[in-house]
């Protein structure tokens, strides 16, 4: 019985954490739960599950708010074009980044270049 009380909280938060530092160490990597599950050696919907309870967002929207922030610090850097920085920080197309980046972040990242620079 003591055993089963020292698994509470904790294990859960613990496979949160762990999940965050995979994502932070393959943000730019194609989004798959199975690989990120596998990873972790836990079933993909008991992943899932404990993920969102933790933080309150799914896997996929932790990704792309995470690559969301890396792009912005990109974005500062007016060297790249909106099209290497999608590609730095994992996205497909410049289209599909733009997307996601005013989800995320209420403007389009030109928009967003546009707003730093004032």
């Known amino acids: 019985m003591q055993k089963l009380e020292k698994h509470g ?5 613990s496979l949160a954490d762990r999940a965050v530092s995979y994502l932070e160490s393959h943000y730019t990597d194609k989004f798959s739960l ?3 599950a596998g990873s972790l050696y836990v079933n993909k919907n008991y992943l899932a599950r ?22 912005r610090q990109l974005l500062e850097d007016r060297s790249y074009s909106i099209s290497v920085v999608a590609f730095k920080t994992g996205f497909a197309s410049a289209s599909h980044f ?8 209420g403007c389009t990242p030109s928009q967003y270049r546009k707003q730093i620079s004032k």
């Open 9 to 13: 909280q904790q294990p859960k938060q």
């Open 98 to 105: 733009s997307r996601i980046f005013k989800i995320y972040e």
């Open 34 to 36: 199975e690989e990120i």
């Open 50 to 71: 404990v993920f969102h309870k933790s933080t309150g967002q799914t896997l996929l929207q932790y990704h792309n708010r995470l690559r969301c922030e890396k792009a």
